[in-house]
T-cell receptor, first 115, second 113 residues
Framework: DAGVIQSPRHEVTEMGQEVTLRCKPISGHDYLFWYRQTMMRGLELLIY????????DSGMPEDRFSAKMPNASFSTLKIQPSEPRDSAVYFC?????????????FGSGTQLSVL | SQKIEQNSEALNIQEGKTATLTCNYT??????LQWYRQDPGRGPVFLLL?????KEKRKERLKVTFDTTLKQSLFHITASQPADSATYLCAPSDYNQGGKLIFGQGTELSVKP
C-alpha cells in the first residue's frame, strides 16, 4: 500500500480564496483524521470520521472550515474564505478501525500558506 | 480540561547516551498511551503503544514506562545515535474517546556525534 496520500504538498493562496485539501486513506482503514500543526499550538485534531461519518468536529476552528468524506477512499478539508492565520501544515491520518487503540498512519501533510 | 505536557525545551545529548523524554497528563484516565516520531517535513510515525496494565514496554533500543498513579509516561532511547534526532510526540487515550487521539506538543531530541 502507498500509505496515506495527501495533495497538494504545498499550497500558496491569497486571503479570501477557497482552499481544498485532499486525502486518500489506506485501503481498509475505517477511521480518518484531519490534524493541523503549527509551532504555537502543536498538532491539533480538527475532525475525524468513522466509516465515512463525521464523529467529532469540535476541533474545527470556525464555520470557514468544512470536511467531507464522500466515500471510503477520499476526504476533503475546505477552508472558505482562507485567512493568514490558517497558515499551517495540515495532516490527514487513517487507522484500522475495529478497536479504539489502533495506531495512526499519517500522510506527508499539506503546507498551506495564506498571504 | 485535559492537558498533555511534554518537555518544551529541546533535549541535546551525546551519541551513545540514554535519552529520556517525559509525557505528563492531567484530567485523563488513559487506557493506553502511544508514542510517535516526527522528522522535519514529514508526518508523525508510530513507535510504541503501552496499555494501562503494562508498566513497561520495550522495542529494540526503545523503552516506554507508564505510571498511572503519577500520570506520567517516560520514553527512553538507549545507546542513542544521531539518526534518533527528531521530535517525539506522546498521545494518551481512553476508551471513552471513541478512537480520538490527542497529541502533546512534542519534544525535540538532538543527538550529537
Amino acid at each position: 500500500d502507498a500509505g496515506v496520500i495527501q495533495s497538494p504538498r504545498h499550497e500558496v493562496t491569497e486571503m479570501g480564496q477557497e482552499v481544498t485539501l485532499r486525502c486518500k486513506p489506506i485501503s481498509g482503514h475505517d477511521y480518518l483524521f484531519w490534524y493541523r500543526q503549527t509551532m504555537m499550538r502543536g498538532l491539533e485534531l480538527l475532525i475525524y470520521f468513522n466509516n465515512n461519518v463525521p464523529i467529532d468536529d469540535s476541533g474545527m476552528p470556525e464555520d470557514r472550515f468544512s470536511a467531507k468524506m464522500p466515500n471510503a477512499s477520499f476526504s476533503t478539508l475546505k477552508i472558505q474564505p482562507s485567512e493568514p492565520r490558517d497558515s499551517a501544515v495540515y495532516f490527514c491520518a487513517s487507522s484500522a478501525g475495529q478497536s479504539t487503540n489502533e495506531k495512526l498512519f499519517f500522510g506527508s501533510g499539506t503546507q498551506l500558506s495564506v498571504l | 480540561s485535559q492537558k498533555i505536557e511534554q518537555n518544551s525545551e529541546a533535549l541535546n545529548i551525546q551519541e551513545g547516551k540514554t535519552a529520556t523524554l517525559t509525557c505528563n497528563y492531567t484530567n485523563y484516565s488513559p487506557a493506553y498511551l502511544q508514542w510517535y516520531r516526527q522528522d522535519p517535513g514529514r508526518g508523525p510515525v508510530f513507535l510504541l503503544l503501552i496499555r494501562e496494565n503494562e508498566k513497561e514496554k520495550r522495542k529494540e533500543r526503545l523503552k516506554v514506562t507508564f505510571d498511572t498513579t503519577l500520570k506520567q509516561s517516560l520514553f527512553h532511547i538507549t545507546a542513542s545515535q544521531p539518526a534518533d534526532s527528531a521530535t517525539y510526540l506522546c498521545a494518551p487515550s481512553d476508551y471513552n474517546q471513541g478512537g480520538k487521539l490527542i497529541f502533546g506538543q512534542g519534544t525535540e531530541l538532538s543527538v550529537k556525534p
